[in-house]
């Protein structure tokens, strides 16, 4: 009997703000999206109530990414972030890891639905990647253009290591990835 080959299963959840202007849209989302896709990653988007997220401008620009210009032109990412699962339909078990976009907040926060859900997937032990939104600032000049890897436990500093390396090599391998 052969072994089916591992396929990683990650949700990538878009948080919105309906009371502020949203601070997600399709240059945060098409990278990571096509990212995991080209990886062999199986990706489900979600979004709190489910449905097509509130994104910022989805006008071209004159910058347009890559990704972004990939994304409008494929039908079924198109038709995946129009009908996105809701937050309450994500059942931990069936992911490898969640990737976060535009989280403000706090983690710790008993009553917020996302605070629930990274905190369910960290106690599960499983990675998360959270990409803030406006509120949720690193420091007060926010990370510009860097990334933030944490972790507590005994396997963090391995994980984040593994993460880290894999990052530097593929930017200097392919120093044009900030266009993606």
Known sequence: MTEMPFIPRF???????EEERPDVGLPWIAPAYYAFRDMGVEVAIATLLGGPPILTTLRATAD???AVERFKADRNARDELADTLSLDQIVVEDFDAAFCLGFSGQ???VDGAVSAFVRAFLSAGKPVA???GKYAMVTPEGAGAGLLILGDSEASPLHAARALVHLVCEMHAAPDIQRL
């Open 11 to 17: 949700v990538i959840l878009i948080v919105e703000d």
């Open 64 to 66: 347009e990414s890559f």
């Open 107 to 109: 983690i710790w926060e």
């Open 130 to 132: 959270l990409v803030p």
